[in-house]
């Protein structure tokens, strides 16, 4: 063959030993091309593959992104409902609420001015009460600033022996003359022997006067009392059991008088506290006075005495008045007496009275039966003829002058008369 003929015999290039011709040389570009188109068909079936599942992908996506997309906006309008069913709600419920809390404010407001009202009404009353204790806090005081110059002018009563010893004397007075009557007692009286007692109470019966003195010495209580130390309140005691004594004598040797006084005379103190104090500290004095028949007493024991002496006066009173009392008794008797006759009569006539009421009773009865016979009258005469036989012989009948009425009159048995 000549290379006219076969041209794709013509060497092109030699590798070595291998000779590579044209033939081969289209035949491997051929071939190559062929890879190729396969490869680019190949690719494009791919990429028209992976377009269409894209695609399908893709219009998946649309129809799920449209779905989504729908129920975003269904829920977006159910969402929108609940929003304004929940706003409805949230605006009635915040009308609701604002009802509530004016109302609430309200009452509130009401309670509170009650309240107020209520407090400044207790308050202007409790300063109405307050005025009213502070006045009487400012009476009390101003008693209590009385009261303190009173104290004051006592102890400077007390401070004084003669006024010291007035001031006993009034306190006496003053417990006599409230329990004794006039004439059974006197003050500063005269006795024989030229002694004056505070006070002579006279005894009922002509028996002796009994003697109260007043004048009681408080210059030894008051030392015990001013008494810092020991040794001072023992003087001081001292002094006061001995002036006591003094005191007790005296009263013994100047009152209690044979026949004109009572063997037992009253030492008046005039303050209870120094009574208690003089028995439960000085037993003997008490033992000496009991022993000179002199009592020590204190006010409410001076009282009590007095009382004691308004007895013993009243019942010989009575007493004395007793046959008063009998000849009243004896005509107060005559005149019952003279009351029983008249009540005895008074009842006997009752009697008899009640005897003639029951005898006119029974003759009221009597009438009423025999007006109830009256009562009973014919008016015919065929009645006559049959009454005139049928009536007992006992029976008397009357009858008018014209034949039309006739009485018929029935005589009671003999009991019924005598009853």
Known sequence: MTPLQNPFSMPIAQLGASIITLGQILAFLALAFSVLLAATIATLWRAARLRAHAATEAADNARNAEARMAEILHSQAQMQGRMGAIAEMFNSRQAQLTQSLN?????????????????????????????????????????IQALAGQVVQLQAILSDKQTRGAFGQSRMEAIVADGLP????????????????????????????????AKFPLEAWNAIRAAETAEEQKKAAQAFRRDIEIHIRDIADKYLLQGETQDTAFMFVPSESIFAEIHENFEALVQRAHRARIVIVSPSL???????????????????????????????????????????????????????????????????????????????????????????????????KTGQLRLRIVEEPEEANNA
């Open 103 to 143: 109302q609430r404010l309200d009452a509130m407001s009401g309670r509170l001015g009650h309240s107020i009202t209520e407090q400044t009404r207790t308050t202007h009353e409790n300063l109405a009460r307050l005025q009213e204790r502070l006045a009487t806090i400012d009476s009390a005081q101003n008693n």
């Open 182 to 213: 006039m004439g059974a007692y006197e003050f500063q009286a005269t006795l024989s022997n030229g002694s004056r007692p505070d006070c002579l109470v006279k005894m009922p019966n002509a028996t002796p006067s009994l003697v109260i003195d």
């Open 302 to 400: 001076l009282m009590l005495s007095i009382q004691v002496v308004q007895a013993i006066l009243k019942d010989a009173r009575m007493r004395e008045q007793a046959h008063v009392i009998q000849g009243e008794v004896v005509r107060l008797m005559e005149d019952v007496n003279r009351l029983d006759e008249r009540v005895r009569k008074l009842h006997s006539h009752f009697g008899q009275a009640a005897k003639d009421v029951d005898d006119i009773l029974i003759s009221t009865t009597k009438v009423m039966k025999r007006g109830e016979k009256i009562e009973a009258l014919e008016f015919s005469g065929a009645a006559e003829k049959t009454t005139d036989r049928d009536d007992p012989p006992s029976s008397r009948a009357a009858s008018s």
